[in-house]
């Protein structure tokens, strides 16, 4: 070997992107200074470089060893076949410049070389220049800042993983905050998918915060979160309404009517860019779900008299109160009529009978599922999507706001960051609420792609918090559907995805195999950890090994949007805007003021507690009680 002092060793063995490496006595200590300043030779996940002429190889450590070396050598400076194994991750040629990829591999008896903390700083870029944003720095490396490219972050589509605990959230929000920085990106766009209602005091001076219940009084301003029932495709609306698919027969009558509403207030109130002939049961055109639901149950379940000359539906047999007064219920509010009973009695000239017997039943039974979309229809919890306010059609089919105004308040408001705080969303229909939110989306900018507010001119990030939950592997499940198409066909038209999930096992592979980047936090779970190594784009499947140990806050960056996987202490945000994810503190050693938690065990109890409180909440269903708002 040459006299240098920098070489750590020599190539033994090559096997694709695998090389075995023989340790040089100059590693006899284990240190190895260059310019005044030691470094550890044979750590796991530190770089070294093999030159190749006017290129230079670089690969990644990932294995170190003492035992008997594969090959044997009779060199004198090879000490106790003392090797390690490195895994090529790329290149850089005669200019300097670092890219993926091999043009060559190296050969037998070739010089391996540790890299020094001033060519990683050539490597991993300037944080002066404008696509690069800063995330913290390299661990144990405070002098390398850690940048990521924000080209290839956003359209290339990213995720964050980390098992529960590892800071996840606190990357987000760092990651989050970085690249919304009003100065050097006045035109960014993101939307916050936020399943647990963390994130609003992150980003409470750059965001708009829409929630179901909203507190416009509250310390961090809230919009009315609305998702109107008629801008769900049929598929969406099927699920929303009745929890399921319906049978074909069930689902084809339900079609047109549909469709024949749509039709009905297309006519009335025309629409730009729709017309009837162009018209399907999926177009975003309002109808008026609660008289359909009324409509139907008196078909399914209404009686009438028997009159002629009268047709069923003009002579309907309500059954009336103590008062005298017809319980005709009120569509409005989906309160179901109540009929009376069927009489044929050969003697009683009054005839009542079935109206689904005069209309000509065809062996449609519909009867169960209007039985639970009266009872969606009355709860409040619902209220979001079926009684949306503005969008709501009135007795006319006329309404407030339309889908362009949905739209602008998602991905066209003056603040850089929209949060959709999904925390009140039931969890029967949030896969599906999720799939409809990034379809609407999805929509609007493929077929405006070509137009100033489309994401060609102006690309979108969709953060998806708490993945696991609603992007699974179900073939029925409406948001990994769309996500997955968001996944392999957004690049092209400027939206990007960042999937955020602390269990990635659970996650579609398919949508996880083309996120380009991966923030890696502390992972235990053999199987999560498995799962990123079979997704992986490049073969570094050694870092891997390294996620168990990880400290709270530091992450593994893999992927397009940096030139080296780094190991990255990330900075977080100040205290008072570290996303609300923190567990309860069961005790406490320092004051209460100088923790986020709300309380503990180490403070006193309190006085004659108010738990009709508790039961409120509950009854409501909001966390919120009427009597005091939490600020």
């Given at each position: ?86 895994q090529l991750i790329g290149e850089s040629a005669r200019n300097g410049l670092f890219s993926r990829g091999l043009s060559q591999y190296p050969t037998i008896g070739d010089n391996v070389y540790i890299i020094s903390e001033k060519e990683l700083k050539n490597i991993y870029g300037q944080p002066d220049e404008p696509y690069f944003v800063k995330l913290g720095h390299i661990t144990n490396a405070e002098s390398i800042p850690a940048l990521i490219d924000i080209n290839k972050l956003i359209t290339r589509h990213s ?250 308040d998602w991905i066209g408001c003056k603040q850089p960051i929209t949060i959709l705080d999904l925390s009140g969303v039931p969890s029967d229909i949030i896969k599906t609420v999720v799939g409809a939110v990034l379809r609407i989306i999805y929509e609007a900018l493929f077929w405006s792609r070509n137009l100033s507010q489309g994401g060609r001119h102006r690309p979108i990030l969709l953060v998806m918090e708490e993945a696991h939950i609603y992007l699974n592997n179900d073939k029925e499940n409406m948001a990994s ?151």
């Open positions: 070997m040459k006299n240098n002092d920098s070489i750590v060793g020599e190539v033994q063995d090559v096997d694709g992107t695998n090389v075995s490496v023989l340790i040089s006595k100059n590693s006899l200590t284990g240190f190895i200074y260059i310019d005044g300043q030691g470094y550890r030779v044979g750590q796991i996940g530190s770089f070294v470089r093999i030159p190749q002429g006017y290129n230079n190889l670089y690969g990644i450590v990932s294995h170190v060893g003492a035992s008997a070396s594969p090959k044997s050598t009779e060199k004198s400076d090879i000490i106790d076949n003392r090797w390690m194994k490195i995720a964050v993983l980390g098992t529960t605990g590892s800071g996840k959230s606190t990357t987000v929000a760092s990651i989050i905050d970085a690249i919304s920085d009003k100065k050097r990106y006045p035109s960014s766009r993101i939307l916050m998918l936020d399943l647990h209602g963390e994130y609003g005091r992150s980003f409470k001076d750059k965001s708009n915060l829409f929630k179901i219940n909203s507190d416009p009084t509250a310390r961090i301003p809230e919009l009315e979160l609305y998702i109107p029932y008629w801008a769900l495709n049929f598929e969406e609306l099927m699920y929303v309404c009745f929890g399921e698919s319906l049978p074909d027969k069930e689902k084809n009558m339900l079609m047109e009517r549909i469709h024949k509403l749509k039709v009905i207030n297309l006519k009335s109130h025309p629409k730009t860019g729709c017309n009837v002939d162009s018209l399907s049961v999926d177009s975003p055109v309002p109808f008026d779900i609660h008289k359909l639901w009324y409509d139907l149950y008196i078909e399914t379940y209404g009686t009438y008299y028997k009159r002629d000359g009268e047709k069923p539906l003009e002579s309907l047999a309500f059954d009336v109160d103590d008062n005298g007064e017809q319980l005709v219920g009120n569509y409005r509010n989906g309160i179901a009529p109540i009929f009376k009973n069927v009489k044929n009695e050969k003697d009683d000239p009054e005839k009542i009978n079935h109206v689904s017997s005069a209309l000509g039943g065809s062996g449609i039974n519909i009867g169960r599922y209007l039985v639970t979309l009266g009872a969606r229809l009355r709860l409040p919890r619902y209220n979001f999507v079926f009684d949306p306010t503005p969008f709501r059609p009135d007795e006319h089919g006329a309404i407030s706001a339309d889908v362009d105004k949905l739209i602008e559907m769309v996500v997955e198409r968001i996944a392999k066909e957004g690049r092209k038209y400027g939206i990007g995805a960042m999937i955020v999930s602390q269990r990635p096992s659970e996650i579609n592979s398919t949508i996880l195999s083309q996120c380009g980047t991966f923030f890696a936090l502390r992972l235990t779970n053999t199987q999560d950890r498995g799962h990123i190594s079979s997704v992986l784009s490049d073969n570094l499947n050694g870092l891997t090994n390294m996620l168990p140990i990880l400290k709270t806050g530091e992450a593994i960056i893999i992927g397009e949007a940096v030139k080296l996987p780094m190991r990255t202490s990330i900075s977080p945000l100040p205290k008072p805007f570290r996303p609300d994810s923190q567990d309860p503190v069961v005790y406490d050693q320092f004051a209460l003021d100088d923790t986020q938690a709300p309380g503990g065990w180490g403070i006193a109890n309190e006085d004659n507690p108010n738990y009709s409180e508790v039961i409120e909440t509950w009854r409501n269903q909001n966390p919120r009680i009427s009597r005091v708002i939490i600020k």
